[in-house]
DNA sequence: TTTCTACTTTATAATGATTCTAAAAAGGTG
DNA sequence: CACCTTTTTAGAATCATTATAAAGTAGAAA
């Protein structure tokens, strides 16, 4: 299997439920976006196996602190996870909680001139927001 | 009172205790970032009087809806608002969980090249992440 | 393979920010 | 004042997330 040694690099053994999530999360051909709730339900609908919330919540933050997977700062009731790992942008649709990638190349680049003292820039993120 | 009319203007009616959330949040010089529990603890230093968590609530989210505070997009346990309701940005620091404006000026311009249709454009908004 | 130990999973409880409820209080109008 | 609507409030409910601690598993060593 092909995440066992993802797992391995990172220092996360690879357990039956990681390579599972895995399978859900990185399977796919396109990157997505989710919070934990929706993932719970994917994994249980595309693998028939019952994985325990916290076991997820673990994973989710296992592979968000390996960089695996990023968080998206948006203000919401749940937080919203992100399989695109690269640097890149959101729009959050406000009628529908749905986000969409902004790429790079779609807003240029953005040169922050002020500077704190005795700190450095982690990342940088836009989000714009929509309506109807 | 100067705020009377603010209130009156945006249909809200004057209460006390909505007169002494706006001394709180609109006296000072500068403007400020707060989550709910710290205006709860400044208005009751400031103020000698019980506002209800609930009513500090309401009061916060009818100000929000009027466009006198603003909701600052970022992933914490608590939500943060801004007294600066003027199109900006935001550092915010990880190591201490602090916000910094990031004025217009010290970002220029964003051009947001990519469309979505039939959705508008709502806000634009950078956070910076800091760290050591 | 057996044993040992650290790591992982899990069910469940706890936490804590936010929202809801419904009764009492206050605002506004005539 | 009398009336009706809005607001406040204490407390309960909600719900995403985190903590707990017991049972299971992986990996390494013997
Ligand atoms: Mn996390
Ligand atoms: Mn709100
Ligand atoms: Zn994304
Ligand atoms: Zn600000």
New binding site residues.
């Given amino acids: 299997m092909k995440y066992i040694e993802k797992l391995?690099n990172s220092?996360?053994?690879?357990?039956?439920?990681?390579l599972k999530i895995c399978q859900v999360l990185f399977d796919s051909e396109k990157t997505f976006h989710f919070?934990?709730?929706d993932l719970a339900k994917k994994i249980k609908i595309k693998i028939d196996?019952?994985?325990?919330?916290?076991?997820i919540?673990?994973?989710v933050?296992a592979f968000e602190k390996k960089g695996y997977l990023k968080q998206i700062p948006i203000n919401s009731?749940?937080?919203y996870f992100d399989t695109n790992v690269s640097d890149h942008h959101h729009f959050y649709d406000l009628n529908n909680d749905k986000l969409i990638d902004l790429e790079n190349s779609d807003v240029g680049p953005i040169n922050i001139k002020k500077k704190i003292n005795g700190k450095k820039i982690k990342s940088v993120e836009v989000l714009v927001k929509l309506e109807d």
Wanted: glycine residues 4%; positive net charge.
């Fill in positions: 391995r220092g996360l053994r690879p357990t039956k439920q990681r919070t934990v709730n196996s019952n994985i325990s919330l916290a076991t919540y673990n994973t933050h009731s749940q937080t």
